[in-house]
Protein backbone atom coordinates (compact mmCIF):
# COMPACT_ATOMS: atom_id res chain seq x y z
CA UNK A 1 0.00 0.00 0.00
CA UNK A 2 2.78 2.45 1.03
CA UNK A 3 4.25 1.98 -2.88
CA UNK A 4 0.49 2.27 -4.15
CA UNK A 5 0.15 5.76 -2.06
CA UNK A 6 3.88 6.62 -3.42
CA UNK A 7 3.36 5.86 -6.85
CA UNK A 8 6.73 4.64 -7.08
CA UNK A 9 8.16 1.90 -8.45
CA UNK A 10 4.99 2.53 -10.92
CA UNK A 11 2.14 4.16 -10.44
CA UNK A 12 -0.30 1.33 -10.65
CA UNK A 13 -3.39 3.97 -10.94
CA UNK A 14 -2.17 5.05 -14.68
CA UNK A 15 -0.87 1.58 -15.12
CA UNK A 16 -4.23 -0.19 -14.22
CA UNK A 17 -6.52 2.56 -16.02
CA UNK A 18 -9.57 1.75 -14.05
CA UNK A 19 -11.94 4.35 -13.34
CA UNK A 20 -11.39 3.20 -9.62
CA UNK A 21 -8.56 0.86 -8.11
CA UNK A 22 -9.18 -0.78 -4.25
CA UNK A 23 -5.72 -1.78 -3.08
CA UNK A 24 -5.00 -3.83 -0.29
CA UNK A 25 -2.67 -7.42 -0.42
CA UNK A 26 -2.82 -9.20 3.15
CA UNK A 27 -5.37 -10.13 5.39
CA UNK A 28 -7.79 -12.71 6.52
CA UNK A 29 -11.50 -12.80 5.13
CA UNK A 30 -14.60 -14.79 5.49
CA UNK A 31 -16.45 -16.32 2.59
CA UNK A 32 -19.43 -15.78 2.14
CA UNK A 33 -20.68 -17.18 -1.13
CA UNK A 34 -18.65 -19.15 -3.15
CA UNK A 35 -18.58 -20.10 -7.46
CA UNK A 36 -20.43 -23.29 -8.70
CA UNK A 37 -17.55 -24.35 -9.61
CA UNK A 38 -15.35 -24.11 -6.25
CA UNK A 39 -14.48 -27.66 -4.88
CA UNK A 40 -12.07 -26.97 -2.00
CA UNK A 41 -13.94 -24.02 -0.83
CA UNK A 42 -17.41 -23.25 0.74
CA UNK A 43 -19.11 -20.89 2.38
CA UNK A 44 -18.34 -19.88 5.79
CA UNK A 45 -14.32 -20.63 5.65
CA UNK A 46 -12.03 -18.35 6.87
CA UNK A 47 -8.96 -17.93 4.63
CA UNK A 48 -5.85 -16.14 4.43
CA UNK A 49 -5.71 -13.75 1.35
CA UNK A 50 -2.91 -15.63 -1.00
CA UNK A 51 -2.22 -12.30 -2.84
CA UNK A 52 -1.06 -13.83 -6.26
CA UNK A 53 -2.61 -11.83 -9.65
CA UNK A 54 -1.69 -13.07 -12.93
CA UNK A 55 0.50 -16.05 -13.01
CA UNK A 56 3.53 -17.52 -15.44
CA UNK A 57 3.32 -20.70 -16.73
CA UNK A 58 5.12 -22.31 -13.81
CA UNK A 59 2.53 -20.83 -10.92
CA UNK A 60 5.35 -17.99 -10.08
CA UNK A 61 3.05 -14.36 -10.13
CA UNK A 62 3.94 -12.33 -12.98
CA UNK A 63 1.25 -9.67 -10.52
CA UNK A 64 -0.45 -8.82 -7.27
CA UNK A 65 -4.08 -8.78 -6.09
CA UNK A 66 -5.19 -5.77 -4.57
CA UNK A 67 -2.00 -4.24 -6.28
CA UNK A 68 -0.97 -4.26 -10.05
CA UNK A 69 -3.08 -6.80 -11.09
CA UNK A 70 -6.17 -5.34 -13.50
CA UNK A 71 -9.20 -5.93 -12.19
CA UNK A 72 -8.62 -7.14 -8.76
CA UNK A 73 -9.97 -6.02 -5.39
CA UNK A 74 -8.21 -5.29 -2.55
CA UNK A 75 -8.71 -5.98 1.13
CA UNK A 76 -10.16 -2.16 1.76
CA UNK A 77 -13.17 -3.41 0.38
CA UNK A 78 -15.86 -4.14 2.63
CA UNK A 79 -16.58 -7.12 0.55
CA UNK A 80 -14.49 -8.59 -2.41
CA UNK A 81 -14.47 -10.86 -4.89
CA UNK A 82 -11.62 -13.43 -5.19
CA UNK A 83 -10.43 -16.43 -7.41
CA UNK A 84 -10.11 -19.88 -4.95
CA UNK A 85 -6.67 -19.80 -5.74
CA UNK A 86 -6.64 -16.40 -4.29
CA UNK A 87 -7.05 -17.71 -0.84
CA UNK A 88 -5.67 -20.57 1.41
CA UNK A 89 -8.17 -22.03 3.73
CA UNK A 90 -7.04 -21.35 7.44
CA UNK A 91 -6.76 -24.47 10.12
CA UNK A 92 -9.45 -24.57 11.38
CA UNK A 93 -9.36 -24.46 15.74
CA UNK A 94 -5.67 -22.70 15.15
CA UNK A 95 -3.21 -21.77 17.23
CA UNK A 96 -3.04 -19.07 15.87
CA UNK A 97 -4.95 -15.38 15.72
CA UNK A 98 -7.26 -14.67 12.81
CA UNK A 99 -4.66 -11.12 13.68
CA UNK A 100 -1.18 -13.04 13.59
CA UNK A 101 -2.70 -14.76 10.31
CA UNK A 102 -3.67 -11.03 8.85
CA UNK A 103 -0.35 -10.11 9.89
CA UNK A 104 1.05 -13.50 7.95
CA UNK A 105 -0.41 -13.33 4.60
CA UNK A 106 1.76 -10.94 2.95
CA UNK A 107 5.37 -10.42 4.43
CA UNK A 108 5.72 -14.50 6.46
CA UNK A 109 5.01 -16.13 3.08
CA UNK A 110 7.27 -13.51 0.64
CA UNK A 111 9.99 -14.57 3.60
CA UNK A 112 9.50 -18.61 3.73
CA UNK A 113 9.45 -18.38 -0.76
CA UNK A 114 12.89 -16.02 -0.48
CA UNK A 115 14.38 -18.79 2.15
CA UNK A 116 13.76 -21.50 0.21
CA UNK A 117 15.75 -20.21 -2.95
CA UNK A 118 18.47 -17.98 -1.32
CA UNK A 119 19.09 -20.97 1.45
CA UNK A 120 19.35 -23.87 -0.90
CA UNK A 121 21.21 -21.49 -3.22
CA UNK A 122 24.00 -21.42 -0.22
CA UNK A 123 23.84 -24.56 -0.16
CA UNK A 124 24.88 -25.81 -3.50
CA UNK A 125 28.10 -24.54 -2.54
CA UNK A 126 28.46 -24.59 1.19
CA UNK A 127 26.34 -27.92 2.13
CA UNK A 128 28.76 -29.23 4.46
CA UNK A 129 28.44 -26.05 6.48
CA UNK A 130 24.55 -26.07 6.73
CA UNK A 131 23.21 -24.73 8.81
CA UNK A 132 25.58 -23.53 11.61
CA UNK A 133 28.30 -21.79 9.51
CA UNK A 134 25.13 -19.99 7.85
CA UNK A 135 25.13 -16.96 8.67
CA UNK A 136 21.87 -14.77 7.97
CA UNK A 137 21.94 -10.90 8.39
CA UNK A 138 19.26 -8.60 7.41
CA UNK A 139 18.06 -5.06 7.37
CA UNK A 140 15.12 -4.22 9.27
CA UNK A 141 11.81 -4.28 7.66
CA UNK A 142 9.00 -6.78 8.78
CA UNK A 143 9.66 -9.95 5.79
CA UNK A 144 13.19 -9.91 7.24
CA UNK A 145 11.61 -10.25 10.41
CA UNK A 146 9.97 -13.30 9.65
CA UNK A 147 12.88 -14.36 7.65
CA UNK A 148 15.28 -14.45 10.05
CA UNK A 149 13.44 -16.14 13.11
CA UNK A 150 12.52 -18.55 10.16
CA UNK A 151 16.52 -18.99 9.29
CA UNK A 152 16.95 -19.49 13.26
CA UNK A 153 14.41 -22.04 13.19
CA UNK A 154 16.81 -23.92 10.77
CA UNK A 155 19.51 -23.96 12.69
CA UNK A 156 21.47 -20.76 11.23
CA UNK A 157 22.98 -17.86 13.75
CA UNK A 158 20.56 -15.00 12.39
CA UNK A 159 20.93 -11.44 12.82
CA UNK A 160 19.30 -8.58 12.62
CA UNK A 161 20.05 -5.28 11.88
CA UNK A 162 18.11 -2.28 13.16
CA UNK A 163 17.52 0.91 14.30
CA UNK A 164 14.34 0.90 16.53
CA UNK A 165 14.67 -0.24 20.23
CA UNK A 166 11.18 -1.84 19.92
CA UNK A 167 12.11 -4.15 16.52
CA UNK A 168 15.41 -5.53 18.62
CA UNK A 169 13.61 -6.26 21.64
CA UNK A 170 10.66 -8.18 19.75
CA UNK A 171 13.47 -9.78 17.29
CA UNK A 172 15.97 -11.06 20.62
CA UNK A 173 12.49 -12.33 22.11
CA UNK A 174 12.72 -15.41 19.05
CA UNK A 175 16.12 -16.25 19.74
CA UNK A 176 17.85 -13.87 16.92
CA UNK A 177 20.05 -11.13 17.62
CA UNK A 178 20.38 -7.49 16.93
CA UNK A 179 22.95 -5.04 15.97
CA UNK A 180 21.97 -1.45 16.00
CA UNK A 181 21.96 0.52 12.82
CA UNK A 182 23.39 4.35 12.88
CA UNK A 183 24.08 6.78 10.36
CA UNK A 184 26.90 8.06 8.79
CA UNK A 185 30.47 6.38 8.12
CA UNK A 186 31.16 5.59 11.90
CA UNK A 187 28.62 3.78 12.02
CA UNK A 188 28.55 2.02 9.26
CA UNK A 189 32.19 1.00 10.81
CA UNK A 190 30.72 -0.20 13.87
CA UNK A 191 27.93 -2.23 11.99
CA UNK A 192 30.53 -4.14 9.73
CA UNK A 193 33.28 -4.80 13.23
CA UNK A 194 30.50 -6.44 15.02
CA UNK A 195 29.31 -8.27 11.78
CA UNK A 196 32.84 -9.69 11.59
CA UNK A 197 32.74 -10.91 14.83
CA UNK A 198 29.72 -12.10 15.16
CA UNK A 199 30.83 -14.05 11.51
CA UNK A 200 33.92 -15.00 12.88
CA UNK A 201 35.63 -12.84 10.58
CA UNK A 202 33.76 -14.31 7.54
CA UNK A 203 31.07 -11.61 7.02
CA UNK A 204 27.29 -12.81 6.55
CA UNK A 205 26.67 -16.13 4.29
CA UNK A 206 23.30 -14.62 3.40
CA UNK A 207 22.55 -11.19 3.42
CA UNK A 208 18.79 -10.01 3.32
CA UNK A 209 18.56 -6.85 2.21
CA UNK A 210 15.04 -5.52 1.39
CA UNK A 211 15.58 -1.79 1.42
CA UNK A 212 18.87 -1.08 -0.89
CA UNK A 213 19.19 2.13 1.36
CA UNK A 214 22.79 1.06 1.91
CA UNK A 215 24.17 -1.25 -0.72
CA UNK A 216 27.91 -0.77 -0.11
CA UNK A 217 27.94 -1.33 3.69
CA UNK A 218 25.67 -5.09 2.39
CA UNK A 219 28.63 -5.72 -0.08
CA UNK A 220 30.96 -5.35 2.35
CA UNK A 221 29.53 -7.46 4.65
CA UNK A 222 28.80 -10.56 2.57
CA UNK A 223 31.25 -13.43 2.72
CA UNK A 224 32.84 -15.40 -0.08
CA UNK A 225 30.48 -17.52 -1.55
CA UNK A 226 27.75 -15.43 0.09
CA UNK A 227 24.13 -14.73 -1.08
CA UNK A 228 22.25 -11.62 -1.12
CA UNK A 229 19.02 -11.83 -1.29
CA UNK A 230 15.91 -9.58 -2.56
CA UNK A 231 12.37 -9.35 -2.85
CA UNK A 232 11.89 -5.70 -2.56
CA UNK A 233 13.79 -1.89 -2.81
CA UNK A 234 12.36 0.63 -0.64
CA UNK A 235 14.76 3.14 -1.37
CA UNK A 236 16.80 2.21 -4.54
CA UNK A 237 16.21 0.09 -7.45
CA UNK A 238 19.61 -0.27 -9.23
CA UNK A 239 22.77 -1.60 -7.74
CA UNK A 240 26.06 -1.23 -8.91
CA UNK A 241 28.49 -4.51 -8.58
CA UNK A 242 32.08 -5.05 -9.71
CA UNK A 243 31.78 -8.28 -11.63
CA UNK A 244 34.97 -9.36 -11.42
CA UNK A 245 34.90 -9.00 -7.57
CA UNK A 246 31.52 -10.84 -7.10
CA UNK A 247 32.77 -13.68 -9.51
CA UNK A 248 36.37 -14.09 -7.79
CA UNK A 249 34.31 -14.45 -4.20
CA UNK A 250 31.38 -16.74 -5.84
CA UNK A 251 28.81 -15.03 -5.00
CA UNK A 252 25.18 -15.55 -5.90
CA UNK A 253 22.03 -13.01 -6.25
CA UNK A 254 18.81 -14.03 -5.38
CA UNK A 255 15.98 -12.10 -6.20
CA UNK A 256 12.05 -13.32 -5.64
CA UNK A 257 8.14 -11.75 -5.88
CA UNK A 258 6.04 -12.93 -3.44
CA UNK A 259 5.33 -16.89 -3.79
CA UNK A 260 3.93 -19.84 -5.75
CA UNK A 261 0.98 -21.65 -4.33
CA UNK A 262 2.77 -24.46 -3.26
CA UNK A 263 5.06 -22.21 -0.91
CA UNK A 264 2.55 -20.43 0.45
CA UNK A 265 0.58 -23.65 1.45
CA UNK A 266 4.13 -25.13 3.30
CA UNK A 267 4.65 -21.61 5.06
CA UNK A 268 1.05 -21.84 6.14
CA UNK A 269 1.81 -25.55 7.72
CA UNK A 270 5.18 -24.69 8.99
CA UNK A 271 3.48 -21.82 10.68
CA UNK A 272 0.28 -23.69 12.34
CA UNK A 273 3.32 -26.46 13.30
CA UNK A 274 5.63 -24.05 14.96
CA UNK A 275 3.74 -21.40 16.39
CA UNK A 276 6.00 -19.26 13.42
CA UNK A 277 4.10 -15.86 13.90
CA UNK A 278 4.70 -12.37 14.34
CA UNK A 279 3.17 -10.87 17.74
CA UNK A 280 0.67 -8.67 16.71
CA UNK A 281 -1.12 -5.82 19.61
CA UNK A 282 -4.12 -5.94 20.83
CA UNK A 283 -5.67 -3.32 19.49
CA UNK A 284 -6.90 -2.85 15.65
CA UNK A 285 -6.57 0.21 13.85
CA UNK A 286 -10.15 1.14 12.74
CA UNK A 287 -11.73 1.58 9.04
CA UNK A 288 -11.67 5.35 9.13
CA UNK A 289 -7.91 5.41 10.71
CA UNK A 290 -6.35 3.41 8.03
CA UNK A 291 -5.05 6.70 5.92
CA UNK A 292 -3.44 7.44 9.66
CA UNK A 293 -2.13 4.64 9.82
CA UNK A 294 -0.24 4.66 6.39
CA UNK A 295 0.82 7.83 7.01
CA UNK A 296 2.38 7.50 9.93
CA UNK A 297 4.03 3.91 9.02
CA UNK A 298 5.33 5.83 5.98
CA UNK A 299 6.94 8.50 7.68
CA UNK A 300 8.32 5.99 10.42
CA UNK A 301 6.15 7.00 13.42
CA UNK A 302 4.79 3.34 13.90
CA UNK A 303 7.11 1.47 16.14
CA UNK A 304 5.37 -2.11 15.32
CA UNK A 305 6.12 -3.83 11.76
CA UNK A 306 3.15 -5.23 12.22
CA UNK A 307 -0.25 -2.63 12.93
CA UNK A 308 -2.92 -4.76 12.03
CA UNK A 309 -6.22 -3.06 10.58
CA UNK A 310 -10.01 -4.14 10.72
CA UNK A 311 -12.45 -3.85 7.62
CA UNK A 312 -15.09 -5.61 9.08
CA UNK A 313 -15.69 -7.29 12.57
CA UNK A 314 -14.83 -10.78 12.38
N1 LIG B 1 8.11 -8.68 -3.75
C1 LIG B 1 7.29 -8.98 -2.76
O1 LIG B 1 6.50 -9.89 -2.86
C2 LIG B 1 7.36 -8.17 -1.51
C3 LIG B 1 6.61 -8.55 -0.40
C4 LIG B 1 6.72 -7.80 0.76
C5 LIG B 1 7.55 -6.69 0.78
N2 LIG B 1 8.22 -6.34 -0.32
C6 LIG B 1 9.09 -5.15 -0.35
O2 LIG B 1 10.20 -5.32 0.54
C7 LIG B 1 10.55 -4.06 1.11
C8 LIG B 1 10.55 -4.23 2.63
O3 LIG B 1 9.23 -4.54 3.06
P1 LIG B 1 8.89 -4.87 4.56
O4 LIG B 1 7.42 -4.95 4.64
O5 LIG B 1 9.73 -5.96 5.05
O6 LIG B 1 9.46 -3.55 5.20
P2 LIG B 1 8.89 -2.56 6.24
O7 LIG B 1 8.46 -3.37 7.42
O8 LIG B 1 7.98 -1.59 5.65
O9 LIG B 1 10.31 -1.85 6.50
C9 LIG B 1 10.45 -0.72 7.23
C10 LIG B 1 11.75 -0.84 7.98
O10 LIG B 1 12.88 -0.81 7.12
C11 LIG B 1 14.01 -0.38 7.85
N3 LIG B 1 14.65 0.73 7.15
C12 LIG B 1 14.04 1.84 6.70
N4 LIG B 1 14.96 2.68 6.15
C13 LIG B 1 16.16 2.06 6.26
C14 LIG B 1 17.49 2.42 5.90
N5 LIG B 1 17.78 3.61 5.33
N6 LIG B 1 18.48 1.55 6.16
C15 LIG B 1 18.21 0.36 6.73
N7 LIG B 1 16.98 -0.02 7.13
C16 LIG B 1 15.97 0.82 6.89
C17 LIG B 1 13.47 0.13 9.18
O11 LIG B 1 13.67 -0.92 10.14
P3 LIG B 1 14.28 -0.61 11.60
O12 LIG B 1 13.43 0.52 12.12
O13 LIG B 1 14.05 -1.87 12.34
O14 LIG B 1 15.70 -0.25 11.34
C18 LIG B 1 11.99 0.30 8.90
O15 LIG B 1 11.21 0.17 10.07
C19 LIG B 1 9.51 -3.07 0.64
O16 LIG B 1 10.02 -2.32 -0.42
C20 LIG B 1 8.36 -3.94 0.16
O17 LIG B 1 7.59 -3.40 -0.83
C21 LIG B 1 8.17 -7.06 -1.46
Redesign the pocket.
Known amino acids: M ?2 ALLGSPMNLFKQRGEREVVVGNAGVVRILRCGAAVRDLKEGDVCLVFCVGDLDDYGY ?1 RT ?1 LGFDSPGTMGVLAKRARFRHDQLIRLPEKSALSLRQWAAFS ?2 YI ?1 AYSNWISASQVWRTQMEDAFPHECHVVG ?7 AQLELAHMHGCPAT ?5 EA ?2 TAINRRGVVAIE ?1 S ?1 GSEGDERLIAQLLERTGGRGASIFID ?2 G ?2 FRLTMRALARQGVIT ?6 NMVFPISRAAECIARRTHVF ?4 PRKHGLEAVEFAEARGWAPDVAAQAFAWEDIDQLASA ?1 IN ?1 AIDD ?1 FPIFEVNKP
Open positions: EHPILRTWGGGVSFLISATHRRSNIANTCGWRETHYAYGY
